[in-house]
């Protein structure tokens, strides 16, 4: 994650008082002790690299698949790298998408998508597995009989898991399924461990999440973690809990969604906020995309979007916040991008890289004491220690709360 971009300047990115007025609950939760040991006097510099926490973004098919225009694939790969240290596929990975009609598999766009992230050390979300609502699944699925469903859905977990072994940091194992569960429906509820022990089989270290909307809301929150702990208690190997952050209109309800976060939390899995967008899916900006902000609504959208980050980023629960789109270009609520079609930045652009490049970067410059010791509070992530012209490059974990190192 870069924090330099030729369209997304405009922000001073450094501050050697990146702490001070901090939120309690950011400090708290994002940052811990580095403790340097090294020559008395000697001037040490700690300049962050990157986020341990996850600040993400969906990847569109287009720029991998040939349906965009190449000074636009540039761009879009050249801002999502100065914003973003995690990604999600967008659709590649859907099964409708990728297997339209039964044996013609598509792996193009997903192997393109794996092969870039891979090449810039961002850590990919596979979304989805399955994807149980109705209108999602093919034809030719819903026409097999019971015997060939179980045996294709076995197929799909078992083709994903032996292709991508060890690729993907993650998935989504069957997205949305307290809404609709077709497989469910018709095999009953065991389905749904036959399905991640295809995809365990192939990988076994595959990290699984469930997936929903409107849990941030509060609105679903009971009936998703009831659902979660009757999978888990049925022997499913739910590893984390993704939840979409896109199911409110023009701003959002501050409370409900610390309320929720608050009792996701007591589940003990990792929170990832994993679709969101600011105007959300229920505004009239998703029901006409036609639809354009003010000047007045974009600085609205900036501020709901800084205190939306703010309250996730400082939740000890929670372990990432991707964006359902950042460019007008290819995102499927334009309004609630960060950069405009024309590629030049938004109001909310500006503010979260405030946030995310100053208010939560440490950049820091002194001298050891007599006994050659520094502290430094910092956030947890990679950063660069250089003492008296000498580099040396770490990562400092939340695991680790307090780290020691010597540099001479």
């Known amino acids: 994650m870069n924090k330099t971009c030729s369209t997304c300047g405009l922000i001073a990115l450094t501050s050697a008082t990146v702490l001070a007025g901090l939120d309690p609950e950011v400090e708290r939760n994002r940052t811990g002790i580095l403790q340097i040991q090294t020559t008395p006097g000697a001037t040490v510099t700690v300049e962050q690299l990157r986020h341990e926490f996850w600040f993400g973004a969906a990847i569109a098919n287009a720029p991998f698949s040939g349906h965009m225009k190449p000074a636009d694939v540039a761009k879009y790969k050249e801002v999502f790298l100065a914003n973003f240290n995690a990604a999600v596929t967008e659709n590649a990975l859907k099964w409708k998408q990728m297997e339209p009609r039964r044996g013609q ?26 994807w149980g609502v109705s209108q999602f699944v093919q034809d030719w699925v819903k026409k097999l009989d019971d015997k060939e469903l179980r045996s294709v859905l076995i197929a799909r977990g078992r083709d994903i898991g032996r292709r991508y072994k060890g690729r993907f940091a993650e998935y989504d194992l069957n997205n949305e399924m307290i809404h609709h569960n077709y497989y469910a429906d018709r095999l009953g509820p065991e389905i749904t461990r036959e399905m991640a022990a295809a995809v365990k089989r192939e990988d076994p270290e595959a990290v699984l999440f469930v997936n929903d909307y409107n849990v941030l809301t509060g609105r679903q929150l009971e009936r998703f973690i009831k659902h979660t702990r009757g999978l888990i208690e049925m022997g499913v190997p739910i590893e984390g809990l993704g939840v979409q952050g896109h199911l409110h209109a023009e701003t959002f309800d501050a409370d409900a969604l610390r309320r929720s976060l608050d009792e996701l939390a007591k589940m003990k899995l990792p929170i990832r906020i994993t679709e969101f967008n600011m105007p959300g899916q229920t505004s009239r900006f998703y029901r006409d995309r036609r639809l354009k902000l003010t000047p007045e609504q974009e600085q609205t959208k900036a501020k709901n979007l800084t205190e939306y980050y703010r309250i996730c980023f400082g939740h000890p629960a929670v372990t990432g916040i991707l964006m359902w789109g950042f460019w007008e270009g290819a995102n499927w609520i334009p309004v609630s991008s960060m950069y405009r079609r024309d590629w030049t930045p938004t109001p909310a652009a500006e503010a979260y890289r405030d946030l995310v490049y100053r208010q939560w970067w440490t950049k820091w410059s002194g001298k050891a004491d007599d006994a050659g010791r520094v502290r430094v509070r910092a956030f947890f992530g990679g950063h660069r220690i250089t003492v008296n012209g000498k580099a040396t490059e770490i990562t400092f974990s939340k695991s680790e709360g307090t780290k020691t190192i010597t540099v001479r």
């Open 105 to 130: 598999v598509n792996y193009r766009i997903v192997d393109a998508i794996l092969a870039w992230t891979d090449e810039h050390d961002i850590p990919l979300r596979g979304h989805n597995v399955y």
